[in-house]
């Protein structure tokens, strides 16, 4: 039985102050990874075994002087050894209907939840293949199935699982490439959305067929077993976690 442990590898996570990253550092960490947590917002309470390293995104892409200041930071901290598993996680979830969207808002969805995935992909590519590593991007049910608004972000994110499928192609026969799509993931964000609408938090539950959403530590622990050699031969896949609500039908019959 191969061990889920990797110890002396290093993972390198965007987003890590959300709800979804937080878990992932936690459960990285768990895993016995070294980390490199990474977000646009400034570090206030990460373990002091976390490097963090504070990251505009939508800035990495524009600016390749940035980006390449980036590299070489986690290089430091890596001391030369290089990241093994790069999780895509960040992301913005900007709602506007097609009439109505900015420019802005258009290419700052795309900014930050397709093109750093891609770039940093790209940046990191010699160091994954070197340390066998693999990327896991945190795409969403809205890849496949979508609502009214997000128009933006769902592409964006049909596109991400898109690229998880493309890059294989490319760099696949060393560095695995694969993506997870959760439906509702309970983080502190969705719940306070439903303050004062009980009601509708649980109908919202029951619609999935498992009967609740999701939680972060069930994504986390999703992306750490893709990330490790017992996920050995899952290449290029783009795994729904969605309790089961992908297959549901909703219409008023
Ligand atoms: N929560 C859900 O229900 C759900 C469902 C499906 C998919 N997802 C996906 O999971 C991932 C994490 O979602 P979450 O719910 O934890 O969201 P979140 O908003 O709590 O976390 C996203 C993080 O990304 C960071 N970020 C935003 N813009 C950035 C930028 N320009 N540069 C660097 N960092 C930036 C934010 O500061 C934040 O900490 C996202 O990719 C999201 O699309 C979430």
Request: glycine content about 8%; hydrophobic content about 45%.
């Amino acid at each position: 039985m191969q061990t889920l442990c990797s110890k002396n590898r290093w993972a390198l996570i965007t987003g890590a102050l959300g709800g979804i990253g937080r878990a992932l550092v936690n459960e990285f960490t768990n895993a016995g990874y070294k980390i490199v947590a990474t977000d646009i917002n400034d570090d206030f309470d990460m373990p002091e075994n976390i490097h963090f390293v504070q990251l505009d995104l939508e800035k990495l892409v524009i600016d390749e002087v940035y980006a390449n200041e980036f590299y070489y930071k986690v290089n430091k901290i890596t001391h030369g050894t290089g990241i093994s598993t790069l999780v895509n996680n960040a992301a913005v979830q900007i709602l506007a209907n097609t009439r109505v969207i900015t420019r802005k808002q258009w290419s700052t969805s795309f900014n930050v939840n397709l093109s750093a995935p891609f770039f940093l992909s790209q940046m990191f590519i010699n160091d994954l293949e070197s340390n066998s590593g693999s990327i896991v991007n945190i795409s969403s049910i809205h890849a496949t199935q979508t609502k009214k608004q997000f128009v933006a972000y769902a592409t964006t994110k049909a596109a991400l699982s898109a690229m998880t499928r493309n890059m294989v192609l490319d760099i696949g026969s060393r560095v695995r490439v694969n993506a997870i799509e959760p439906a509702a993931i309970a983080t502190d964000m969705l719940k306070a959305g439903f303050i004062g609408k009980e009601e509708l938090y649980q109908r919202l539950e029951m619609f999935h067929p498992l009967g609740r959403v999701g939680t972060p530590n069930e994504v986390a622990k999703l992306a750490v077993f893709l990330s490790s050699e017992n996920a050995g031969f899952v290449q290029g896949a783009c795994i729904s976690a969605s309790g089961g609500i992908q297959g549901c039908l909703s219409d008023p019959m």
